[in-house]
């Protein structure tokens, strides 16, 4: 019998262990696409590491991703990584946190990425009102409201859809949205918002873009917004390396784990898990305009 320390330092070290630990393949679930990865932070950063982690996901049935922009290193790795593969396509724009960094150089540099053929949106830009109060690199609300604003002009001026980040931030973001005007594809990623919200991204005409989130345990309410979007409007994404779905919370994710969100999403909805793949991938199809595989 180990002593009880001993125990309790076996049982960290095997905690640390499962967080590094990828988790295990889902059952394959075809046709489904990922809305929204980045595949830079995946570990995506040459041809070879982005067919790595593309073979992967298509072996259960993910195959093709939107790979994300956080900043301007990061948007060029998306056009890039949307270069090096087919089944890649990239949205790029300054993450709210990163809004100070929109410049006359920046700007002209990230609207000439948005009309690359294989950038399929702009994003993710929007509101992060909780990393303004915890990190001092986060941009204040007034930055990242005019980063915003020239943002949804971009998405209209290239005539593709706005991906949009929302943390804590609900009003504001509808209102600017509303104020400016949205494009005709508003997309808004990873939500996280109530019912009510969800009626009204709903009723605007908006597409919701779920993640790992809302397989948590504490995620009752966001489920209940998850079941109220009709089909046409309900996209699936990963948000990788992020918010790795239960029960593998707190693991490193990737494009290859999306089947259990879209499984989860399949049982809130009450349908087969295989229709709601379909529904899921043909609207991310639509909605990029992806060419049909
Ligand atoms: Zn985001
Ligand atoms: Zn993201």
């Known amino acids: 019998m180990p002593a009880a320390h001993e125990e309790t330092l076996s049982n960290k070290a095997a905690k640390k262990r499962r967080r590094r630990e990828p988790p295990p393949d889902p059952q394959p679930l075809p046709g489904l696409v990922d809305a929204h990865t980045h595949l830079a932070a995946c570990g995506g950063r040459d041809a070879e590491s982005v067919r790595a982690i593309l073979d992967h996901a298509?072996?259960?049935g993910v195959g093709q991703v939107v790979t994300v922009a956080d900043d301007m290193v990061d948007a060029r790795w998306a056009v890039a990584a949307?270069?090096?593969d087919s089944r890649a396509y990239a949205a790029v724009a300054l993450h709210p946190m990163h809004a100070s960094d929109?410049?006359?150089e920046t700007a002209t540099e990230l609207e000439e990425m948005a009309r690359h053929p294989r950038v399929v949106a702009v994003g993710e830009t929007g509101l992060d009102y909780y990393w303004t109060t915890r990190s001092d690199d986060c941009a204040p609300p007034d930055v990242q409201a005019a980063a915003f604003r020239w943002h949804i002009d971009l998405a209209k001026r290239v005539g593709k859809p706005l991906m949009i980040h929302n943390r804590e931030a609900d009003r504001d973001l509808l209102d600017i949205l509303a104020a400016?005007?949205?494009p005709e594809s508003v997309i808004m990623h990873c939500?996280?918002?109530d019912r009510n919200v969800a009626q009204e991204c709903v009723d605007a005409g908006y597409t919701l873009s779920f993640a790992g989130t809302v397989s948590f345990a504490n995620a009752a309410e966001l489920r209940v917004a998850?079941?109220?979007v009709p089909d046409e409007q309900i996209l699936v994404e990963t948000d990788a390396p992020f918010l790795t779905p239960d029960p593998y919370r707190g693991q490193p994710n990737q494009s290859y784990c999306l089947p259990y969100t879209a499984r989860v999403l399949a049982e809130v909805r009450g349908v087969d898990a295989l229709a709601m793949a379909r529904v899921l991938?043909?609207?991310?199809r639509r909605i990029y305009r992806l060419p049909l595989q």
């Open 281 to 284: 991938g043909d609207n991310a």
């Open 180 to 182: 400016e005007g949205a």
């Open 58 to 60: 298509e072996a259960v």
């Open 102 to 104: 929109l410049t006359d």
């Open 226 to 228: 998850a079941e109220i």
């Open 191 to 193: 939500f996280s918002g």
């Open 82 to 84: 949307a270069e090096w």
